[in-house]
């Protein structure tokens, strides 16, 4: 490990971006592999399930916020819910975005869970968008987010096909921020039980591209490394340079890949970012 003054310059430098009113480090944790969606066949899930427990998952929080990372999406069911409780009570300060569950049947009633549980802010699944708007339902997509609003929070949308935030964007909806996939997958849509043999197209990078840079709200960019297919600077060459000072990005990590994996991303992170960086305070909270 660095020195610890080498891990502070780090958090002192990662710029704040505001989704709604909620402030945030640029650089947000990802959960996928906490919850075992490797994106990458039925070994990578069963050593990504396996490494972590309930203490593991505590120390990556810690390994987080100790590197400069202040915040972490994750899904709104009883196991992330129940380590955050934990994790706080412990402590830990670690701001949690609320990713939707799409097995829940009564998604409203999702997100008041999440709500009362301590999110921070809460966002519509990004599968779960993308069925409803190619099921010619996106007014529950609306209907979601007046709900999130209704509860003082920051509300978002996710999608994979970033067509369909452009059509919320121009509809009207009640967005804070979007989070945009570099990919367009089919892939789990939220169902922990599939394997899905998803197709990471570099081609579609583009595309995601040009969408953020055309929505009006603060966005987050996720899949940035491909579900680990890419090292974080081959990840970040594109997105980088099309990342506003008031976007940030979503990485998952998986602790047994690098040693030290939260400092060297949050390093890259504002290395390739760094010119980019202007206008955004580093300690505005």
């Known amino acids: 490990m660095r020195p610890a003054e080498d891990v502070s310059l780090a958090r002192m430098a990662l710029p704040v971006i505001h989704l709604g009113t909620l402030p945030v ?3 947000v944790a990802g959960s996928n592999p906490i919850s075992g969606f490797s994106h ?8 990504m399930l396996d490494y972590f427990s309930v203490e593991n998952i505590k120390r990556f929080f810690a390994a987080c916020e100790a590197g400069g990372v202040d915040a ?3 899904r709104v069911d ?10 706080w009570h412990e402590g830990g300060t670690i701001k949690w975005i609320a990713q939707t569950a799409p097995e829940h049947r009564d998604p409203v009633k999702n997100i008041t869970q999440a709500y009362r549980a301590g999110a921070k802010a809460i966002y519509i699944h990004g599968g779960e968008v993308d069925r409803l708007f190619e099921k010619g339902e996106p007014e529950q997509v609306r209907a979601q987010l007046e709900r999130i609003r209704s509860l003082g929070l920051p509300c978002g949308m996710a999608a994979h096909r970033p067509a369909h935030l452009l059509a919320a964007q121009d509809a009207g909806f009640p967005v804070d921020f979007f ?3 570099m990919y ?9 039980n599939r394997e899905p043999e998803d197709n990471f197209n570099d081609a579609d990078r583009p595309t995601a591209l040009s969408a953020l840079a055309r929505l009006e709200r603060p966005c987050l960019a996720y899949k940035v490394l491909g579900a680990g297919r890419k090292t974080p600077r081959e990840g970040l060459r594109d997105v980088a340079p099309a990342l506003r000072p008031t976007d940030g990005v979503v990485m998952g990590m998986f602790p047994p890949d690098a040693k030290e994996i939260v400092t060297e991303n ?3 992170f504002l290395e390739m970012t760094a010119s980019r960086s202007h206008g955004v305070a580093a300690d505005a909270e």
């Open 184 to 192: 367009q997958l089919q892939g789990y849509q939220g169902n922990a």
């Open 25 to 27: 480090r640029r650089l």
């Open 266 to 268: 949050v390093r890259t």
């Open 72 to 74: 972490v999406i994750a």
């Open 179 to 181: 989070l945009v996939c």
């Open 78 to 87: 009883a196991l992330i819910i129940r380590v955050l409780r934990e994790y």
């Open 40 to 47: 990458a066949g039925a070994e990578r899930t069963t050593a």
